[in-house]
């Protein structure tokens, strides 16, 4: 069986019959009557009307068989349609192409067959009519002529049903262009070939503000000015006489005239039609006044832009999505050293930046995002690309002629109107100037810290060392004389450490080491630091606390700088013999630090600026009290650090600055060392009066000493026994006994017989004369004791009793020889100090000598003091280092020495216990 094969035009076939709609519909009589005929006339058992879709033949019309639809490759009419006359098959089963067809060898068992191909308007053949016999037979030429006569009045079934269709099609056009032009934002006009207008639509009466009325049957000129509308009719004469088209067929910008007069400019589009003998002229108007704003505008801003970018002094470089360079301003080419031709539309920012640094880039940016960036345009992109924020940061830039610059580089996403990423543009300035300014300010800072500090801590602790006696009694004059420098000089040194406070606030470069912690010990610090201050000026202060336990997340040596500028302001201000509140309270989490002085308040002018630098309400040269107006400034910096806030309220009748802080939970407490394990000298203290005792201890404590008290000759004796003591005070009048008769008691215990005991009583000449010389006493000290004399003493007594040999030795390391002689007569009754004015000298003395404590500054001439902290650390055993120095260092830093203490910020008193406590850690256990 041969099927039957696809006609060349078969997609355009298929198109044209479904186009009929004929497919599967119910039968109708105009086609049934057409193959009642042909089966009557040509006396055959079966006639249909057969439609050949893609896979199938249906039946429009059948007689004779019951089958609607058979499949297309067995079917005769396959074949009928390949050709246009009648196809016709005799005996089937003497056809090698149907004999084996299932239609013949089974039913209807066709044996005849002659179909006649049915063609649309279009002259494709969708299928047949055609005849079916079940006995051999052929067709003469009339009844094939018949046959094609029946097929055609199907035909004609089918042309009038297409051209319904054509007709429903033009009036669904007609009526889609009538809506078109009905609704169209622009305006259409029609106007014959003598200019007349014919149609005007609704847009068209909108933009020239006519009714159509008005316009329809008039000439078109109408709607043109000066001098469109004297010459349009030579136009259109000129276009229909020479057919070269001004505006027809080629559209242009015009200006149009509305009702009023006014003008306007416009796009003109004109196409020419031709109806039958009449020639017409369509117009497509558009107003195009926003355009033209628009443009205006746009060519307003591109100018502006333009004149930005050439005149900016930040480096602009505008890449698309991928990377490469569409703009390149003048800023940039005097940067980079590339011309822009050099680089828009060949060039990708990677040829500004080092490679290593965008591997390193990459490296941070895949850790963040957890993937993996490419250390190319990517890396540079990547973060404002994904984040949608600008991306600044510090890159360094390669030159055209490869040098290098540091420059600080915002990378920013460009996107459209749809939020797709369009490219990116990069502001970038040099930094090198900045950079040279930083280091110079650097420089600066380190020399005023250095040169400044430095002569200043020799000056001050000199003095102080003067008023306290070290160099015998003074002349009264000379002594006012001497407590009139070391007030000026501790003045000066808060001027300076204000104005280098104030620097590290504005560089962000001050350190805070925060903790929880409660809050009263750095109140009552505060207020101890002040008290001498306030006893000068006649003023006392006076603390309400009605809190319980609070703590803060503060640096406590921060909070009490803020409160000690408070309380030194309050005092400033108030009369002689007034008294300033410190109060505490807690509400809602914070807790309020209040300040309340008597004086006579804040004037309202200045108020708003009180908080400024150098601010001060009486700034004439001639102003009674001192300061440099850089305190508050900086206490509401370092509040503000501590999370908090600070604030005053002020009155005639005196002024309340607070401080208010978040309560935070306590701090976890470390667990307290077994007293075998404090590294102090351990000394005996006995004492019959409490309070007195507990001055003692205190002074004792805070030099480093571990004090136990007895308040009894036999309390002490008991003690003595139990414990092993570097030193004893020793109060003459006891309740239980006589204090002399106990010391010649103790001289012949043999656990007692060489301590060193220092007497504090109100009876010294009395107490002596009894003693007769035949003990040796380490010193006799008068109530009131000074507690200077008191340590002076414990110190020279538990030398003389340990020995020289034995004596703590110190290195020294420090450059100006002022600095080390005062250190050195501070130092010099506890131990032995040797000393290096350089690194040379320093690693020199530490190879020839072990040392219990180094004293280290770290600007030394031949170098940086650090270079010595591993000469020190492989010293066996290591000495504890205490860095003196100008430069304060940061928390890091200090957590790699014993001690740090800032020149100028430490007095005698400071340094003196900072030195022995670290003494005291260093020697072995039970010296």
Not at 523 to 533: H, K, L, P
Not at 613 to 621: G, L, M, T, V
Request: aromatic letters at 6%; charged letters at 25%.
């Amino acid at each position: 069986m041969k099927e039957p094969d696809y006609p060349p035009d078969e997609a355009e076939r298929l198109d044209a019959l479904l186009a009929l709609k004929l497919l599967d519909t119910p039968g109708e009589d105009r086609y049934d009557r057409i193959t009642r005929l042909a089966q009557r006339l040509f006396k055959v058992p079966i006639a249909l009307i057969s439609l050949i879709d893609a896979e199938r033949q249906w039946f429009k019309s059948r007689q004779g068989l019951s089958a609607t639809e058979t499949p297309r490759r067995i079917s005769f009419c396959g074949h009928a349609i390949l050709q246009d006359g009648i196809f016709m098959v005799p005996d089937a089963l003497d056809d090698p192409r149907f004999a084996d067809n299932p239609l013949v060898t089974d039913a209807p068992d066709i044996r005849f067959y002659a179909g006649a191909p049915l063609s649309t308007l279009e002259g494709f053949h969708i299928g047949t009519l055609c005849l079916i016999d079940t006995a051999p037979r052929e067709l003469s030429a009339e009844d094939q002529q018949s046959l094609r006569d029946l097929a055609d009045l199907v035909q004609s079934e089918l042309t009038r049903i297409r051209a319904q269709q054509m007709v429903e099609a033009l009036h669904n056009q007609e009526a889609r262009m009538r809506a078109i032009v009905t609704t169209a934002i622009d305006g259409i006009v029609t106007i014959n070939d003598a200019g007349i207008v014919e149609s005007f639509n609704p847009a068209a009466e909108r933009i020239f503000g006519y009714a159509a009325e008005e316009v329809l049957g008039n000439n078109v000129r109408m709607l043109m000015p000066e001098p469109y509308h004297s010459e349009h009719d030579g136009y259109l004469e000129r276009f229909l006489r020479t057919r070269e088209p001004h505006v027809t067929g080629i559209g242009r910008e015009v200006v149009g005239r509305c009702k009023d007069g006014s003008t306007f400019p416009m796009d003109l589009a004109v196409g020419e039609t031709e109806l039958g003998s009449r020639r017409l002229f369509t117009g497509i108007i558009r107003n195009i006044s926003a355009r033209k704003n628009a443009q205006r505008d746009l060519a307003a801003h591109d100018a502006m832009q333009k004149a930005i970018l050439k005149g900016v002094s930040y480096a602009i470089v505008a890449t698309d999505e991928s990377g490469t360079i569409r703009a390149f301003n003048p800023a940039a080419e005097r940067m980079l050293g590339f011309d822009a031709s050099e680089v828009i539309g060949l060039s990708s920012p990677l040829v500004f930046h080092d490679p290593l640094e965008l591997r390193a880039r990459a490296a941070e940016l895949s850790t963040e995002f957890g993937c993996t960036i490419a250390p190319d345009f990517h890396a540079i992109v990547a973060r404002t690309a994904r984040l949608g924020e600008a991306d600044e940061r510090e890159w360094t830039l390669i030159r055209k002629n490869g040098s290098r610059l540091s420059a600080m580089l915002s990378v920013t996403a460009l996107q459209d109107s749809d939020g797709r990423i369009s490219g990116f543009v990069g502001i970038a300035y040099d930094l090198t100037e900045q950079k040279e300014s930083e280091r110079l300010k650097k420089e600066f800072i380190s020399t005023v810290s250095h040169e400044l500090r430095t002569p200043l801590t020799s000056i001050r602790g000199s003095l102080g060392l003067i008023m306290g006696g070290v160099a015998g009694s003074l002349p009264s004059q000379a002594a006012k004389l001497v407590e009139v420098a070391h007030r000026n000089s501790e003045r000066l040194v808060r001027l300076i450490n204000d104005m280098l406070d104030i620097e590290k606030i504005a560089s962000g470069k001050m350190a805070f080491n925060l903790s929880a912690q409660a809050l009263l010990p750095a109140i009552t610090q505060a207020i101890d630091a002040s008290r001498g201050y306030a006893r000068e000026l006649g003023v006392a202060f006076e603390l309400h606390d009605d809190t319980e336990d609070v703590h803060v997340r503060i640096d406590s040596d921060r909070l009490v700088q803020v409160l000690t500028n408070l309380l030194a302001n309050a005092a400033k201000f108030s009369p002689r013999g007034a008294s300033v509140r410190i109060s505490v309270q807690v509400s809602n989490g914070r807790v309020r630090i209040a300040v309340t002085d008597s004086g006579p308040g804040i004037p309202a002018a200045f108020q708003h600026r009180i908080f400024q630098k150098f601010s001060q309400a009486d700034a004439s040269d001639a102003r009674q009290k001192g300061g440099t107006g850089l305190g508050l400034a900086i206490s509401r910096a370092l509040v503000e650090a501590m999370s908090g806030t600070i604030g005053f309220d002020s009155s005639p009748s005196g002024t309340c600055f607070w401080v208010e802080l978040p309560c935070t939970g306590p701090a976890t407490q470390l667990p307290s060392p077994a007293p075998e394990q404090a590294h102090g000298a351990r000394i005996l203290v006995c004492e019959d009066d409490p309070d007195f005792a507990e001055l003692i201890r205190f002074a004792l404590e805070e030099a480093g000493y571990r004090p136990d008290i007895a308040y009894s000759a036999a309390a002490a004796k008991s003690m003595l026994r139990q414990h092993a003591y570097d030193a004893m005070t020793l109060d003459i009048a006891l309740p239980d006994q006589d204090g002399v008769s106990l010391i010649r008691e103790l001289r012949g215990e043999a656990y007692a017989r060489n301590l060193p005991v220092v007497v504090v009583t109100a009876t010294r000449v009395a107490g002596k004369a009894r003693l007769g010389g035949e003990l040796a006493i380490a010193d006799w000290l008068e109530k009131p004791v000074d507690h200077k004399r008191l340590l002076a003493a414990l110190d020279n007594s538990r030398n003389d009793s340990e020995g020289g040999a034995d004596r703590p030795r110190i290195l020294h390391v420090e450059d100006d020889h002022d600095v080390h002689r005062f250190v050195e007569a501070l130092i010099t009754n506890i131990a032995t100090i040797d000393h290096a004015c350089d690194l040379q000298a320093a690693r020199a003395l530490l190879s020839e000598n072990a040392y219990d404590l180094v004293i280290l500054d770290l600007g030394l001439p031949d170098g940086s003091g650090w270079s010595l902290v591993p000469v020190i650390a492989s010293k066996q055993p290591e000495p504890r280092v205490v860095v003196f120095s100008a430069s304060e260092l940061s928390e890091h830093d200090s957590q790699q020495f014993a001690a740090c203490l800032l020149k100028s910020s430490t007095d005698n008193d400071r340094l003196l216990s900072t030195l022995r406590t670290q003494i005291q850690r260093n020697l072995p256990r039970g010296q």
